[in-house]
Structure formats: structure tokens, C-alpha cells
């Protein structure tokens, strides 16, 4: 193995170190302080959300890595149509503020003409 190869590899377990250690983290301070308040954390839409970036970040991993910018900006923006076109079909909320932001488009466009 090169050392640039040693390099990415330890930087890779750092980083996954890291994660996992916030994670714990998380979990305990949840456990603590849900002894001390009722805290309604949204799990159900923390999945959804996590769903709806899996499959975007597994098509997008699919498609070759972007050489040019034109390139790169049009696979970002198809990424990001994907995951909120995602997120409108499964989440209620955010159907509701797609709507809300509809609306508010239309009422703009309308004010100015």
C-alpha cells in the first residue's frame, strides 16, 4: 500500500470514528434528557428524509462522475428535483409547504403584472 492509499484509508476510519462517537452521544444525552422533559423528536420524518437522500445519493452514485461544470450543475439540480419530488410524495408537511411556496410564487407573479 502507498502512503497516500495508508493516508485515505486511517482518514476514513477517523471520520467514521467521529460519526459514530457523535452518534453515541446523541443517544445518550436523548436518553437523558428524556427522563428529564418530554421531547417529541419526529422520527417517523427523520426516516423519510434519510429515505428520500438514500436513493438520490444512490442514483446519483450511479451516474459517471461529472467532468465539466455545466455538467456537475445539471446532475445537482436533477439530484435536488429527485429528492424534493421524494420528499412531496412521502411527507405530508412537505406537501404542505411545497403548496404553501406554490401559492406564494403565484401571488408574487400576479403582484407584479
Excluded at 485515505?8 to 436518553?31: D, E, I
Excluded at 461529472?66 to 439540480?77: N, Y
Excluded at 429527485?82 to 405530508?92: F, R, V
Excluded at 412537505?94 to 403565484?106: D, E, N, S
Aim: aromatic share 12%; hydrophobic share 55%; glycine share 4%.
Amino acid at each position: 500500500m502507498t502512503k497516500s492509499e495508508i493516508r485515505l484509508q486511517y482518514s476514513g476510519f477517523a471520520l467514521f470514528s467521529a460519526r459514530a462517537r457523535r452518534s453515541a452521544m446523541f443517544l445518550v444525552l436523548y436518553v437523558i434528557i428524556h427522563k428529564m422533559v418530554k421531547l417529541n423528536i419526529p422520527w417517523k420524518n427523520i426516516a423519510k428524509y434519510a429515505f428520500a437522500s438514500v436513493v438520490m445519493a444512490s442514483i446519483l452514485f450511479l451516474i459517471p462522475h461529472p467532468t465539466r461544470l455545466l455538467f456537475t450543475l445539471g446532475i445537482t439540480a436533477a439530484g435536488a428535483i429527485l429528492y424534493l419530488t421524494l420528499l412531496i410524495a412521502i411527507d405530508k408537511e412537505a406537501r404542505a409547504l411545497a403548496k404553501y411556496m406554490w401559492q406564494k410564487i403565484k401571488f408574487k407573479i400576479k403582484g407584479e403584472i
